[in-house]
């Protein structure tokens, strides 16, 4: 952890106590240090200077000044210690500002935001810490003069006293090359563990072993398919005899768990993965069963039985917590812990962030025997992502929590962090709400992590059966659809770690110029190929839809739930039934899924069964990502891919070319693909070519209600290629107006000849906007009225 990291000498412009070091043209690194030793050793937030050779000019001043001058900024520096009238910097990426100046002190103003610390107890909205990326001034600034650095031992060193540390980040509208220049500086994202992109499930709640393997059994009975199973404090000792603090433990609770090793084997032969809740901020306490030999490790006398307080800057210390407090639970199948947070901000080293050392020495302790690291833990500042997965806190049930969260997990991605985990459904408070479960289940489905949660309450659990029928019905649905989507959302892991783009964008990453991209807060990009608006408020009584106000860029899209054909550009108010949420297709997606036919059992394996939904309109293509699913091994290249690509129009005809990887270990030898080319017409002239290997049999089915063609190929082996070719072009199918409206009429609490004459009048309408004059004169109920308006002028 001590190499030298100092950047290319050909970008370094140095004085006797200060170093401006060019990493890119739009970012630059200003150092100040009294005694004149610059820092090039990795700290908290920075492990990496390398870059490569930027272009840039200098002038050094008569008073002993430097002016620096790229494609992007100018450095103006009097060559002493930082202050407002010594150091600027100006801006001159396009960005939407007109004064793009900065001085040293400067607040940054207009910034879009980054991300914040915790969510416990929040109501709604939190503050967030700053991003850096901003609209109207173009810049940012990251200060790294307080982290601590890395010392060759491994260790931490605190920096010295009066050092001034900068990273101006001066990109404007680029925001996606800014990211990656971030990702770069500051390390990239893990590749998480396949299994955490599936369901988990997390309650605090005295479970014994009995009732915890039985309540996952009943979710596999329930069709509702899991991936993680977490156990929160009550799998230790949390009422110690002779004293102590319950809520740090490290001794299993044998009355709940006699048999600790078959309890996590039990899990493990379901197909799950297991972690277990940490609070060390009381130590070693002396009921531990491992005190004594911590003691000795540490030379205290155990006989004296003083607590052994927990001090992450303490090397012997941590080397004692993990090998006598976590690696023998690791011994008996824990795969990895959620770190809660109780330990403060003072550590034994002045300005050292316990819960930061905590993220970092617990991530690479997870990175043994070739395994991935991994830990669900707080945010603790600029560079947390490199120590996944976020635990957001404990929130309270509102629905002002679930209004904010959609804005919050996308801002994050200002600040590079990708994997927020949410108490999904809430943490604790409110009251039974049924509609508000299923709406923030949605959400979870189309986040970064779905982990359900809940307090003890006994009444307030988030178990699928303990909600009416239909909710029931839902929620499990809702679940299996996560597991259904692991085939999209690992392949968007891999673009997360490789290219540096997180899964969950704010609209203004894809559209940076475009206004209306910045006035849709709750609307992000999820992947390459969807956009969600989730519903955040109550559905109307009346027209028994939810509403948000959505922004479609220019271009088709098409709604993953109901089919429904959009054109872009504009502003719409989108209107679903509870067992929706607006999930928009762009034209040209093809979004992998794993088979709606194949069993969903615990556990994310690779599946045999694929199903690959294609959207037409204009060219497109994917890479289906896949590997071991665990391990480092991808990181030499033991991956594979599976290439899809779309050609709307070619050669006079539609073509989506299909390759199969080579065998593979971690794959099924064959596979069975249903390709689904969505919202189009019938269209009998397919033919399918093959390169190599041919399928067992081909199927071909034109459903004319979901407007979808269906191609089933079974039995495609590995390496097979094949293309399936269309000699006429594809068209796309128009929105069936009546019907869709009928379907909303049907279920709204209207009075029927009000429907029968609304019903009259859309299916008489001819011209779009004479239908909607009439409509907005009938003096219809506002929600109903935007819930017609919508299928009318999608």
């Known amino acids: 952890m001590g190499a030298d990291t100092r950047a290319e000498q050909t970008g370094v412009v140095a004085g006797s106590t200060y170093r401006l070091t060019v990493l890119t043209q739009r970012l630059i690194r200003m150092e100040y240090a009294p005694d004149g030793i610059m820092e090039d050793r990795l700290t908290q937030t920075v492990v990496c ?129 800014a990211l990656r220049d971030f990702y770069r500086l500051c390390g990239p994202q893990p590749l998480l563990p396949r299994y955490a992109l599936g369901n ?7 479970y014994t072993a009995e009732e915890y393997l039985a309540l996952m059994d009943r979710f596999a009975d329930e069709r509702a398919p899991l991936s993680v199973a977490v156990v929160d404090m009550d799998w230790h000792i949390t009422k110690p005899t002779g004293g102590g603090k319950g809520w740090t433990g490290y001794t299993w609770n044998r009355a709940l768990f006699p048999d600790p090793r078959a309890f996590l084997d ?46 992450p800057s303490d090397s012997a210390f941590m080397e004692a917590y993990f090998a006598y407090l976590h690696a023998p639970r690791e011994a008996e199948g824990v795969d990895f812990w959620w770190i809660d947070w ?68 996308a801002t994050a991605a200002n600040i590079g962090y990708g994997w927020w985990s949410h108490d999904i459904g809430g943490h604790a408070g409110g009251k039974r709400d049924d509609e508000l479960q299923v709406r923030w289940l949605q959400l979870g489905v189309f986040s970064p992590v779905l982990r359900l949660h809940s307090t003890s309450n006994p009444f307030c659990g988030k178990e699928p059966w303990r909600y009416g029928d ?132 615990h556990g994310t394996p690779n599946p045999e069964t694929l199903e690959v939904r294609v959207y037409g309109g204009a060219d497109g293509a994917f890479d289906l990502y896949e590997d071991d699913g665990e391990t480092m091994a991808f990181a030499d290249g033991a991956y594979a891919l599976t290439r899809f690509a779309l050609r709307w129009r070619d050669a006079g005809g539609t073509r989506l070319t ?72 594809l068209a796309l199918a128009t929105n069936d107006v009546p019907a869709r409206c009928r379907a909303i009429l049907s279920e709204a609490f209207v009075g029927y000849e009000m429907k029968a004459e609304v019903d009259r009048v859309i299916t008489e309408g001819t011209q779009p906007n004479a239908l909607c004059s009439t409509l907005v004169a009938m003096d219809l109920p506002p929600a109903l009225l935007h819930a017609l308006l919508e299928i009318i002028l999608a």
Request: net charge neutral.
């Open 658 to 729: 299909l390759h199969m990887p080579q065998a593979q270990p971690y794959l099924p030898a064959k596979r069975n693909l249903t390709v689904y080319f969505m919202g189009v017409l019938n269209n009998d002239t397919l033919s399918v070519v093959w390169q190599s290997a041919a399928a067992d049999a081909v199927a071909v089915r034109y459903e004319a209600q979901a407007q979808r063609l269906t191609v089933r190929l079974r039995g495609v082996p590995c390496g097979a290629q094949a293309t399936l070719a269309f000699q006429t072009p």
């Open 470 to 601: 239909e909710v029931r019905a839902l929620m499990a649905g809702l679940l299996r659809l996560r597991h259904r989507l692991v085939p999209y959302l690992y392949s968007m892991n891999r673009r997360a770690h490789a290219e540096g783009e997180p899964l969950v964008q704010p609209m203004y990453y894809q559209y940076s110029r475009e206004a209306l991209a910045y006035r849709v807060p709750n609307q992000y990009l999820f992947g390459t190929e969807l956009t969600v608006a989730p519903i955040t408020e109550p559905m109307d009584a009346v027209a028994r839809v939810g509403r948000v106000t959505a922004w479609l860029p220019e271009g088709e899209h098409f709604d993953f739930f109901n089919g429904l054909r959009y054109a872009g550009g504009r502003q719409m108010v989108l209107c679903r039934p509870l067992s929706q949420l607006p999930v928009l297709a762009k034209a040209g997606a093809i979004i992998p899924l794993t088979g709606e036919g194949e069993p969903l059992p």
């Open 49 to 177: 200077r390398d870059f490569p050779k930027a272009e840039c000019r200098v002038w050094r001043t008569a008073q002993g000044g430097v002016e620096l001058h790229t494609d992007f900024v100018s450095v103006f520096y009097d060559g002493g210690p930082f202050s407002p009238h010594g150091l600027r910097a100006e801006n001159r990426s396009p960005c939407a500002g007109i004064y793009c100046t900065w001085r040293y002190g400067d607040a940054l103003l207009e910034n879009l935001g980054g991300t914040a610390r915790t969510l416990d107890g929040a109501d709604g909205s939190v503050s967030l810490d700053d991003g850096i990326q901003s609209r109207l001034q173009g810049y940012a600034v990251l200060d790294d003069s307080a982290s601590f650095a890395h010392t060759v031992e491994g260790g931490f060193a605190p920096r010295a006293a009066g050092v001034q540390d900068l990273y101006f980040f001066s990109y404007g509208f680029a925001y996606r090359e």
């Open 266 to 311: 039990a899990l493990h032969a379901r197909g799950l993965k297991v972690s277990l809740n940490l609070h060390p901020a009381e130590g070693v306490q002396v009921h531990e069963e491992m005190y004594p030999a911590v003691a000795a490790v540490l030379g205290r006398d155990a006989e004296r039985s003083q607590r052994i307080p927990f001090d």
């Open 342 to 409: 109780q330990q403060g901000t003072a550590s034994g080293a002045a300005g050292l962030d316990p819960l930061w050392a905590l993220n970092h020495l617990h991530t690479r302790h997870s990175a043994r025997a070739g395994k991935r690291p991994l830990i669900l833990s707080r945010y603790a500042g600029v560079g947390s992502h490199r120590f996944p997965i976020g635990f957001s806190g404990d929130s309270v049930i509102s629905w002002a929590s679930l209004r904010f969260q959609p804005y919050f997990t």
């Open 200 to 206: 988990w499930w997390s309650r605090f709640h005295a």
